[in-house]
């Protein structure tokens, strides 16, 4: 078919003017030369690392760089995305980011950005999202951010930022997230937050804002997430007591905080509410839950760490959802209702730390469910019924349990923790069935019989095996060789004989070794010191004999922290580089913080170590892990006290009594500045006591008694606070008439003796379980210490009831 001229012409003219319609659309994609220039002036303010976004650069249109959008017309930069780019310096308050004029959405998320929020930031009038959230900003909120009235989006989460919420934030109608949490956010949340009024998350979390929340806070009505806990609020009339206009609350979590008061009831009558924190505050009396129905939605209630009493009332049973229960630390009283076998659901339930009594309902066996179940800190007694077993979480410590039912089906448990119960007999040889067990802990109960071999089938994956305090005999068979994942051993005060296990020095992840108090043989387990990640060594009165330093063998331990090796028949000189190697207790690390911490939650090693009294804030315990120990006492070591003792500037007691150390007491312990406590008492030691030690400001307790010391005592402070024991039998030592007094100058009796050995002693033990800032306070090793004490003391006075040594429930 021909196409006339005219036709031709007219398709000719519309194509070019697609073209050209086409090719003008295109050019306004490119981006502008003004916000290119911006945008590199930018980023030249910082020393941009490998990170550095590498399409940054002048050949690529800047719409196409990585993080940067621009719009479709205009090719202005509307958004700017540089999450997780490590720009190591601060915003500058000219910063060529404030010319940006249209951006819309700035996320500087994890940037390694310091120094002051610039106020020009609220110059960028268009911005709808802003995020500067793990970042390492300090100084206040500039109030200027209130400008940003478009903006429905801000996070500065996790910073370091101080000073009041601004009440400016209240000029931002529009937002619809506020995260300012995990900052050092002081005074009270301003009453202009009410104004908020589309807020739907708000988190301030974990800063330490104070008093009432404002009135104009029920003025949040479509929240669905709030965030609170950590800080020192107290209660008000509007949360949490009046929570009726919260129809959209799904998730609430205001624990630690200063809420005191009876049950908030109205919080839990909010028809959308899944999740509910409350733990850690003062709440009183019983709780009443409202008339909810059935079909709640209610997944997670915690209510732990409050003064709630009385029994959990059977309405519990309306939350059909519940998937975790914690009421723990408390003071509920009465059984464990059957009423919670309804909550069919449940994965977890924590009721530890409370008055309950009787049995473990059979009922319970009906939640198909549940994984986790914590009793612990109980009146609970009875037989551990068999249902039990198939969970993958135990733990019943601290109650008055007498028998094991044997599984009712095929065991799954992963974590058992048993210890401080009534239990006795033979080990449970089901236990040796379980695979995957992590966690075994059958401490202070009265178990009897060998520890079987059949444990080696469960080696490979135990992390703690702990069965301290019982009465297991026999030999510890050497079953360790596989063990590359055990990181706490525990079989102290037993009857257990024989050679120390050596297939522990396949166990690179060993954290804690104790055998005290057993009958363990052999020489010095040197080749321990090889262990990587070995914290804790504790051999306390065994059999143990022979020198501790072998020519053929290298001196390792650079991780250890505490070493207890007293009462045993260790003899021997040690080298003057003998302790050269020992790291960790020589510099400061936190390395394998973590799981340290952990160790004073488990109830394990918790009880091992008696680190804390039940009912002592686990928080101060935690500050004490820079604690470091040595206590050689009750042996036969001979020659020098080595110079190199003098690098372990983190000691903060050292015990090396009643030993045969001889010569002088070395200066160099002048250098450990952080000594808490020094005993070096029933030596040999003779010259004078180093004036030095007179200096050591930490240093609450001392005893230089039986030696053959002489000379001036230091007039430091501290030794003007010891008593006149801690000098006793040194009779060429003068200027003790302002600690003696004049007339016991000389040598006391031995009636006197007596008396002040006993004072001391009990002293000693007062400083152990760790007053003020004291020789532990707070992280008590009572066990490698303490009873070592208690045990001396019984043999030379007789049993008398140590004050103060109140034992842990």
Same mark, same amino acid.
């Given at each position: 078919?021909?196409?006339?001229?005219?036709?031709?012409?007219?398709?000719?003219?519309?194509?070019?003017?697609?073209?050209? /319609?086409?090719?003008?659309?295109?050019?306004? /994609?490119?981006?502008?030369?003004?916000?290119?220039?911006?945008?590199?002036? #930018?980023?030249? &303010?910082?020393?941009?690392?490998? $990170?550095?976004?590498?399409?940054?650069?002048?050949?690529?249109?800047?719409?196409?760089?990585?993080?940067?959008?621009?719009?479709?017309?205009?090719?202005?930069?509307?958004?700017?995305?540089?999450?997780?780019?490590?720009?190591?310096?601060?915003?500058?308050?000219?910063?060529?980011?404030?010319?940006?004029?249209?951006?819309?959405?700035? *996320?500087?998320?994890?940037?390694?950005?310091?120094?002051?929020?610039?106020?020009?930031?609220?110059?960028?009038?268009?911005?709808?999202?802003?995020?500067?959230?793990?970042?390492?900003?300090?100084?206040?909120?500039?109030?200027?951010?209130?400008?940003?009235?478009?903006?429905?989006?801000?996070?500065?989460?996790?910073?370091?930022?101080?000073?009041?919420?601004?009440?400016?934030?209240?000029?931002?109608?529009?937002?619809?997230?506020? &995260?300012?949490?995990?900052?050092?956010?002081?005074?009270?949340?301003?009453?202009?937050?009410?104004?908020?009024?589309?807020?739907?998350?708000?988190?301030?979390?974990?800063?330490?804002?104070?008093?009432?929340?404002?009135?104009?806070?029920?003025?949040?009505?479509?929240?669905?997430?709030?965030?609170?806990?950590?800080?020192?609020?107290?209660?008000?009339?509007?949360?949490?007591?009046?929570?009726?206009?919260?129809?959209?609350?799904?998730?609430?979590?205001?624990?630690?905080?200063?809420?005191?008061?009876?049950?908030?009831?109205?919080?839990?009558?909010?028809?959308?509410?899944?999740?509910?924190?409350?733990?850690?505050?003062?709440?009183?009396?019983?709780?009443?839950?409202? *008339?909810?129905?059935?079909?709640?939605?209610?997944?997670?209630?915690?209510?732990?760490?409050?003064?709630?009493?009385?029994?959990?009332?059977?309405?519990?049973?309306?939350?059909?959802?519940?998937?975790?229960?914690?009421?723990?630390?408390?003071?509920?009283?009465?059984?464990? =209702?059957?009423?919670?076998?309804?909550?069919?659901?449940?994965? +977890?339930?924590?009721?530890?730390?409370?008055?309950?009594?009787?049995?473990? =309902?059979?009922?319970?066996?009906?939640?198909?469910?549940?994984?986790?179940?914590?009793?612990?800190?109980? *009146?609970?007694?009875?037989?551990?019924?068999?249902?039990? +077993?198939?969970?993958?979480?135990?733990?019943?410590?601290?109650?008055?349990?007498?028998?094991? &039912?044997?599984?009712?089906?095929?065991?799954?448990?992963?974590?058992?923790?048993?210890?401080?119960?009534?239990?006795?007999?033979?080990?449970?040889? +089901?236990?040796?069935?379980?695979?995957?067990?992590?966690?075994?802990?059958?401490?202070? *109960?009265?178990?009897?019989?060998?520890?079987?071999?059949?444990?080696?089938?469960?080696?490979?994956?135990?992390?703690?095996?702990?069965?301290?305090?019982?009465?297991?005999?026999?030999?510890?068979?050497?079953?360790?060789?596989?063990?590359?994942?055990?990181?706490?051993?525990?079989?102290?005060?037993?009857?257990?004989?024989?050679?120390?296990?050596?297939?522990?020095?396949?166990?690179?992840?060993?954290?804690?070794?104790?055998?005290?108090?057993?009958?363990?043989?052999?020489?010095?387990?040197?080749?321990?010191?090889?262990?990587?990640?070995? /914290?804790?060594?504790?051999?306390?009165?065994?059999?143990?004999?022979?020198?501790?330093?072998?020519?053929?063998?290298?001196?390792?331990?650079?991780?250890?922290?505490?070493?207890?090796?007293?009462?045993?028949? #260790?003899?021997?000189?040690?080298?003057? /580089?003998?302790?050269?190697?020992?790291?960790?207790?020589?510099?400061?690390?936190?390395?394998?913080?973590?799981?340290?911490?952990?160790?004073?939650?488990?109830?394990?090693?918790?009880?091992?170590?008696?680190?804390?009294?039940?009912?002592?804030?686990?928080?101060?315990?935690?500050?004490?892990?820079?604690?470091?120990?040595?206590?050689?006492?009750?042996?036969?070591?001979?020659?020098?006290?080595?110079?190199?003792?003098?690098?372990?500037?983190?000691?903060?007691?050292?015990?090396?009594?009643?030993?045969?150390?001889?010569?002088?007491?070395?200066?160099?312990?002048?250098?450990?500045?952080?000594?808490? $406590?020094?005993?070096?008492?029933?030596?040999?030691?003779?010259?004078?006591? =180093?004036?030095?030690?007179?200096?050591?400001?930490?240093?609450?307790?001392?005893?230089?008694?039986?030696?053959?010391?002489?000379?001036?005592?230091?007039?430091?402070?501290?030794?003007?606070?010891?008593?006149?024991?801690? #000098?006793?039998?040194?009779?060429?030592?003068?200027?003790?008439?302002?600690?003696?007094?004049?007339?016991?100058?000389?040598?006391?009796?031995?009636?006197?003796?007596?008396?002040?050995?006993?004072?001391?002693?009990?002293?000693?033990?007062?400083?152990?379980?760790?007053?003020?800032?004291?020789?532990?306070?707070?992280?008590?090793?009572?066990?490698?210490?303490?009873?070592?004490?208690?045990? +001396?003391?019984?043999?030379?006075?007789?049993?008398?009831?140590?004050?103060?040594?109140?034992?842990?429930?």
């Amino acid at each position: 078919m021909m196409i006339n001229g005219g036709c031709f012409s007219a398709i000719i003219t519309i194509y070019f003017c697609l073209l050209i /319609h086409t090719l003008a659309s295109t050019s306004q /994609h490119f981006c502008r030369h003004d916000q290119r220039d911006a945008l590199l002036e #930018f980023i030249d &303010e910082f020393p941009i690392d490998a $990170s550095y976004p590498s399409s940054w650069n002048t050949s690529i249109d800047c719409c196409l760089w990585d993080g940067v959008t621009c719009d479709d017309k205009s090719g202005k930069v509307i958004s700017l995305d540089l999450n997780s780019i490590s720009l190591n310096s601060s915003l500058k308050t000219n910063s060529s980011l404030f010319r940006l004029h249209y951006l819309r959405q700035l *996320n500087l998320n994890g940037c390694n950005l310091q120094g002051e929020i610039p106020s020009s930031l609220g110059n960028l009038s268009s911005l709808t999202f802003l995020d500067l959230s793990y970042n390492s900003l300090v100084g206040e909120i500039p109030a200027s951010i209130g400008n940003l009235n478009q903006l429905r989006n801000l996070s500065l989460w996790g910073n370091g930022l101080i000073g009041e919420i601004p009440s400016s934030l209240g000029n931002l109608s529009s937002l619809l997230d506020l &995260e300012l949490q995990g900052n050092h956010l002081v005074g009270e949340v301003p009453a202009s937050i009410g104004n908020l009024k589309e807020l739907k998350v708000l988190m301030v979390g974990y800063n330490r804002l104070s008093g009432n929340i404002p009135i104009s806070f029920a003025n949040l009505t479509k929240l669905f997430s709030l965030s609170i806990s950590s800080n020192s609020f107290t209660s008000s009339t509007t949360f949490p007591y009046d929570m009726s206009g919260f129809h959209s609350l799904e998730y609430v979590d205001a624990s630690d905080n200063s809420f005191l008061g009876p049950f908030p009831k109205s919080l839990f009558s909010i028809p959308s509410l899944q999740g509910a924190n409350l733990g850690g505050n003062q709440f009183t009396g019983p709780i009443e839950f409202p *008339n909810t129905s059935s079909s709640s939605k209610l997944q997670d209630i915690s209510l732990a760490r409050n003064r709630f009493n009385g029994p959990i009332p059977k309405s519990i049973s309306k939350f059909l959802y519940l998937v975790k229960l914690d009421l723990s630390q408390n003071n509920f009283t009465g059984p464990i =209702p059957s009423s919670i076998s309804k909550l069919v659901n449940l994965n +977890w339930l924590y009721l530890k730390d409370n008055n309950f009594s009787g049995t473990i =309902p059979r009922s319970i066996s009906n939640l198909a469910n549940l994984e986790y179940l914590d009793f612990s800190n109980n *009146n609970l007694e009875g037989e551990v019924p068999g249902f039990v +077993w198939r969970l993958a979480g135990l733990t019943l410590s601290h109650n008055s349990f007498s028998s094991l &039912e044997n599984p009712s089906q095929e065991p799954l448990i992963k974590q058992l923790d048993l210890n401080s119960n009534s239990l006795q007999g033979p080990f449970p040889y +089901w236990i040796c069935k379980l695979k995957g067990l992590t966690l075994l802990d059958l401490s202070n *109960n009265l178990f009897s019989g060998s520890i079987p071999p059949c444990l080696i089938n469960l080696i490979d994956s135990l992390t703690d095996l702990i069965l301290r305090n019982n009465s297991f005999t026999g030999i510890l068979q050497d079953i360790f060789a596989n063990a590359t994942e055990l990181r706490s051993l525990d079989v102290s005060r037993n009857k257990l004989e024989g050679n120390f296990p050596k297939s522990l020095i396949n166990c690179k992840a060993l954290i804690l070794v104790n055998v005290e108090s057993n009958n363990f043989r052999g020489k010095f387990p040197s080749w321990l010191g090889s262990l990587p990640s070995l /914290h804790v060594l504790i051999l306390r009165s065994n059999e143990f004999y022979g020198p501790l330093y072998h020519r053929d063998v290298s001196i390792g331990f650079q991780s250890l922290r505490i070493i207890d090796i007293s009462r045993n028949d #260790f003899t021997g000189t040690l080298p003057p /580089h003998y302790f050269s190697n020992w790291r960790e207790m020589a510099t400061f690390t936190d390395e394998n913080y973590v799981y340290m911490e952990n160790l004073l939650n488990y109830s394990s090693v918790y009880q091992s170590m008696e680190m804390v009294n039940k009912g002592v804030d686990l928080s101060f315990a935690r500050i004490r892990q820079d604690f470091r120990a040595m206590d050689f006492s009750g042996n036969r070591i001979s020659g020098k006290i080595p110079e190199s003792i003098g690098f372990l500037k983190e000691l903060r007691l050292l015990n090396l009594s009643g030993n045969a150390f001889t010569s002088d007491i070395p200066r160099v312990l002048a250098n450990l500045t952080k000594l808490e $406590s020094l005993d070096l008492s029933r030596n040999k030691l003779s010259g004078p006591i =180093p004036q030095g030690i007179g200096k050591l400001s930490f240093l609450s307790y001392m005893n230089f008694s039986h030696n053959l010391l002489h000379g001036p005592v230091p007039q430091g402070t501290q030794f003007q606070r010891q008593k006149c024991s801690s #000098f006793l039998d040194n009779p060429g030592l003068s200027g003790l008439e302002d600690i003696c007094g004049e007339s016991h100058v000389t040598n006391p009796t031995t009636s006197e003796q007596h008396e002040e050995s006993e004072e001391q002693m009990f002293n000693w033990v007062a400083a152990a379980i760790a007053y003020g800032p004291g020789v532990f306070c707070g992280l008590v090793i009572g066990h490698i210490f303490t009873s070592h004490y208690q045990e +001396w003391f019984t043999e030379k006075f007789g049993r008398r009831k140590l004050r103060g040594t109140k034992r842990a429930r």
